[in-house]
């Protein structure tokens, strides 16, 4: 498995990491139910192989994805590189809004560990900008649970350039997750034209979600299948899913 450094100073990845959306099974952005044996089994299966890396956040299941996460490697921890996120937060309805206040990172931070079951975390992310609270309120509450050792490396996702350079002003982004695959890159180029070329010049690591554009890309997908789906799963109101 070919591995490369995350960004100017990160820790060297495997090219192929193990995201972790589906698994969460059903919430507002799920993908239907899921099978958590399977994907238990998945995740050792791609440890095996060589993978080091697994994506998750709170917000995949409300919780659920960390949890199986920290099952799936149990006695391992310390084999695998792990990313989580913050600022999709749900109330007791399940609805799921953005808070990237300080205390609320700070919060999220903590049950992440606990779900994880782990004293830090690799790279924690603001996975989605907040218009509500300033960036640089945030991001600073970012560095101070890296400076007191709760996570290894900060990073952001689905930032634009104008909310990197307010970040890396105060301190450096250690990685970006932005959406991109090859139907992706045509809808929205500015990924292309404009983020990418800054991360570049600032050493910064991408990490590219949806590289297979939710699966729609695996040479698998028919308008049967696409009938088939789970009626609870998002694809099925994604504009890349839909007639256009």
Same mark, same amino acid.
């Given at each position: 498995m070919n591995t490369r450094q995350l960004g100017k100073d990160g820790p060297m990845l495997t090219e192929i990491g193990l995201g972790t959306w589906a698994i969460g099974g059903p919430w507002t952005w799920g993908w239907g139910p899921q099978d958590d044996a399977d994907s238990i089994a998945t995740i050792r299966r791609a440890l095996d192989l060589g993978i080091n890396w697994i994506d998750t956040a709170p917000v995949y299941g409300l919780g659920h994805?960390?949890?199986?996460?920290?099952?799936?490697?149990?006695?391992? &921890?310390?084999?695998?590189?792990?990313?989580?996120? *913050?600022?999709?937060?749900?109330?007791?309805?399940?609805?799921?809004?953005? /808070?990237?206040? =300080?205390?609320?990172?700070?919060?999220? *931070?903590?049950?992440?560990? &606990?779900?994880? /079951?782990?004293? !830090?975390?690799?790279? !924690?992310?603001?996975?989605? =900008?907040? =218009? /509500?609270? =300033?960036?640089?309120?945030?991001?600073?509450?970012?560095?101070?649970?890296?400076?007191e050792g709760k996570v290894r490396y900060i990073g952001v996702s689905n930032f634009d350039v104008p909310l990197l350079e307010k970040c890396e002003a105060i301190h450096h982004v250690n990685s970006l997750q932005p959406p991109y695959s090859m139907v992706h890159r045509v809808k929205y180029p500015e990924v292309e034209k404009e983020i990418l070329p800054w991360c570049r010049e600032h050493g910064v690591g991408v990490v590219a979600y949806s590289p297979l554009q939710n699966g729609l890309l695996t040479g698998k997908w028919n308008r049967q299948r696409l009938d088939n789906l789970p009626r609870d799963d998002w694809r099925r109101r994604s504009e890349f899913f839909t007639d256009p």
């Open positions: 994805a960390e949890e199986i996460v920290a099952r799936a490697i149990e006695g391992h &921890r310390h084999e695998v590189f792990i990313a989580t996120k *913050c600022g999709l937060v749900w109330d007791e309805r399940r609805r799921v809004d953005r /808070n990237n206040r =300080p205390e609320s990172i700070r919060k999220e *931070c903590e049950a992440s560990l &606990r779900r994880l /079951n782990t004293d !830090y975390i690799d790279l !924690y992310q603001i996975h989605w =900008p907040d =218009p /509500n609270t =300033p960036v640089e309120d945030s991001w600073a509450e970012m560095v101070r649970l890296q400076e």
